[in-house]
């Protein structure tokens, strides 16, 4: 499996902005499917934003949808979460996820990076 690395959380205002990056090594994140989830404090952990590995189609949470934009840089082996008019809501712990949804199919986990939107 790959091996992930979340950063760029932190404490922003509501209204603020925040770049999530989720850093690969041991493989190339161009053949698999990233996904960021969120968990809030007593909260199941669910899926905010997915892009593909063929097409890059992706797909959002409602609600994130507007707000939030996930990118990847192959170059860089790296994936982005663009978090804009972020909400006390959008408080949580965000994990980078990278899927093989083909043979010999995988799932990875980064150990996530703490969002706190917070006045």
């Known amino acids: 499996q790959v091996q992930l690395v979340e950063s760029g959380g932190g404490l922003v205002q509501p209204g603020g902005s925040l770049r999530l990056s989720c850093a690969a090594s041991?493989?190339?994140?161009?053949?698999?499917?990233m996904s960021w989830y969120s968990q809030a404090p007593g909260k199941e952990r669910a899926m905010v934003a997915r892009?593909?590995?063929?097409?890059?189609?992706?797909k959002y949470a409602d609600s994130v949808k507007g707000r939030f934009t996930i990118s990847r840089d192959n170059a860089k082996n790296t994936v982005y979460l663009e978090m804009n008019s972020l909400k006390p809501e959008d408080t949580a712990v965000y994990f980078c996820?990278?899927?093989?949804?083909?043979?010999?199919?995988?799932?990875?986990w980064g150990q996530g990076t703490q969002v706190t939107v917070s006045s």
């Open positions: 996820n990278a899927e093989q949804w083909a043979p010999p199919y995988s799932s990875s």
């Open positions: 041991g493989g190339s994140l161009s053949s698999y499917t």
């Open positions: 892009i593909f590995s063929g097409g890059g189609n992706t």
